[in-house]
């Protein structure tokens, strides 16, 4: 579940999952996350550093993104200030706007929500 919760979190702070067109998987490699997009995580510390130069701090429960997004976890839901919410039930995250992130292994694959 610590994977799922780190991935769903990079998910939620970038809006892939609510923005993005076709599947997206995110593998992680030590304390790296890569997307079949293209796109990397690198977590150090309390502060993971996206390839696209955006950055997301946690404090607490809640993680602030560089881009101005933040998620603020409360039990099995985090809540963003996008507007979407996102509620873990076993291996799989549900977003309020219909996309998926499931754990598998190292691997997390997302299905996108409505635009």
Known sequence: MKTLNYIAALCIATAAMRTATAQVSYTRSG????GSNGTSYTQSGNTTYGSNGTSYTRSGNTTYGSNGTTATQSGNT???NTGTSYTRSGNTVYGSDGSTATQSGNTVYTTPGRR
């Open 78 to 80: 985090t809540y963003t």
């Open 31 to 34: 304390n790296t996350t890569y």
